[in-house]
């Protein structure tokens, strides 16, 4: 049982990986579009760009967290090493705060096209600021992975 539970825990894990490997793609992708150095005449061409590409990595992070939090790591993770519990609260926390800065930039992407270059400007350093954000948060999560894979309890040998 106690293999089946260890092996489960890896699993989740390792397609918790591969979902941050897919959502760092889009990120990178988002970032060299929000670089992209437009003259004014292209400008409407980087504003439908930072559109289409913030709206695949708003599906991409929301899939994240919703597997996250449905498939349990977090609750795998608290059940493994319940002392990990007030980092695992955090990260939830943040799952939260994604999720409600999504929400409350909808409106702004789906207007993108339409923005004087100064809103787009802002638009894009909060987008900005919400990239360097979920990458501070994908460090705490595999950090707390590796505390709670890696790390070895003891008791064995000598």
Not at 93 to 102: M, N
Not at 114 to 120: C, G, H, I, R, T
Request: contains cysteine; negative net charge; aromatic residues 6%.
């Amino acid at each position: 049982m106690y293999a089946t539970r260890k092996t489960d825990v890896r699993a989740v894990a390792q397609a918790s990986q591969m979902e941050h490997q897919i959502l760092d793609h889009v990120k990178q992708a988002l970032r060299v579009t929000l670089e992209w150095k437009a003259p004014s005449i292209s400008l409407p061409r980087k504003m439908s760009s930072v559109q289409f590409t913030m709206k695949s990595f708003a599906r991409h992070l929301r899939r994240m967290l919703e597997l996250e939090e449905r498939d349990g790591y977090l609750a795998v993770v608290l059940e493994e090493k319940p002392n990990l519990d007030s980092r695992i609260r955090r990260l939830q926390r943040d799952h939260r705060t994604f999720l409600k800065r999504l929400d409350e930039l909808e409106p702004s992407i789906a207007s993108l096209v339409a923005l004087p270059e100064q809103d787009f400007e802002f638009v894009c350093s909060q987008i900005s600021e919400l990239l360097d954000n979920v990458d501070q948060h994908d460090v705490a999560e595999i950090e707390l992975l590796q505390d709670t894979l890696l790390h070895d309890e003891g008791g064995e040998g000598g």
